[in-house]
């Protein structure tokens, strides 16, 4: 089974540190952190399939990227949370993608229900 592709937007990638097994992290920085580039390599990311689901830290990103990611992840079906800033907020985030989405290595049916 492959992990699970999420993108982590906002803030500046090399001061967050966020490691969750069977998740595949790609943090994309705002544009005031890493400049304008992130939110390019971003919204191609979403349109080409290359992610399955999108947490947007809010305390890091204006609206405008905001609207900006929310409006492409809705055109393209992908899932896309706010939350409201780094560290426990997103690694609980992140927990509960891989509880919703299964542990890596299991087979379907042998998922259950938790809750």
Known sequence: MKP??????????????????G????????ARDVGGGELQRLLASIQGGA??????MVRFVGHSMHNRVRDE???????????????????????ALRSTYGRPGLPASSRGNRR
Request: aromatic fraction near 4%; glycine fraction near 10%; include cysteine.
């Open 4 to 21: 699970l592709r999420v993108a982590l937007v906002g803030g500046d990638p090399r001061r967050f540190a966020v490691a969750v097994e």
């Open 23 to 30: 998740i595949d992290l790609q943090h994309f920085g705002s």
């Open 51 to 56: 992610l399955n689901h999108v947490l947007v």
């Open 73 to 95: 992840c809705r055109r393209a079906g992908v899932p896309c949370r706010a939350v409201p800033g780094a560290g426990t907020a997103v690694a609980l985030e992140l927990k």
